[in-house]
């Protein structure tokens, strides 16, 4: 029985943890806050490298696995500013814009929250959105219309993997805007307990 699962980011290389997320459900847990610094640094100008063709104004991740790879690629193309979109709800949100969300790694139906106070930061620029994992496609859909709700156009989607081939249905012709620095699958196990991989 597999425990890990070797895949590269990028340059970087990552054991990272395999999950049973139900009996028919297994995934390679990409948590992007544990893997340091310097990953996050060197992932941002390796996207950043992707992207810089694209005349980016600004970057807008997702809260909260989002929030080193936008500060890292931010800093990379030499940008200044930032906008996080948040599924927990806080008072400077009470009467944002919002995109109802569900992700692979959390079994309950949110709400992504656009902070009204930063929609000038978006309005009229040229986006990249930017998470960690592109994997049903949920949480940047979501991100994309809220984007494109407050008037920015978004020209890049950056993530550090993707995982499976779902979020192609997901984002339809919008898939073409993805940049990722890797790919991983889902899994299924066999009757035996093995695992497989599962990249449809």
């Not at 290389?13 to 060197?42: E, K, M, W």
Request: proline content about 2%; overall charge negative; glycine content about 8%.
């Amino acid at each position: 029985m597999h425990n890990t699962y070797l895949t590269k980011v990028g340059s970087q290389t990552l054991d990272l943890p395999v999950v049973d997320l139900s009996d028919s459900l297994t995934i390679a847990l990409l948590i992007t806050v544990d893997h340091g610094v310097s990953f996050a640094a060197t992932a941002g100008e390796e996207l950043a490298a992707q992207l810089k063709d694209l005349d980016i104004d600004i970057i807008v991740s997702v809260a909260t696995m989002g929030i080193p790879l936008a500060i890292e690629t931010t800093r990379a193309l030499n940008l200044d500013d930032y906008v996080i979109l948040h599924k927990t709800q806080k008072i400077h949100l009470a009467d944002g814009e919002w995109e109802a969300v569900r992700s692979i790694t959390t079994d309950a139906n949110q709400r992504l929250l656009f902070d009204r106070a930063r929609i000038g930061a978006v309005k009229g620029k040229r986006v990249a959105i930017v998470d960690d994992v592109i994997s049903t496609g949920g949480s940047i859909v979501a991100a994309l219309k809220l984007v494109r709700k407050v008037g920015g156009e978004p020209v890049a989607l950056g993530c550090l993997v993707t995982e499976g081939s779902a979020w192609q249905a997901s984002l339809g012709e919008d898939a073409g805007l993805v940049r990722s620095l890797g790919s991983i699958p889902l899994f299924h196990r066999e009757a035996d307990g093995s695992l497989v991989e599962d990249w449809g």
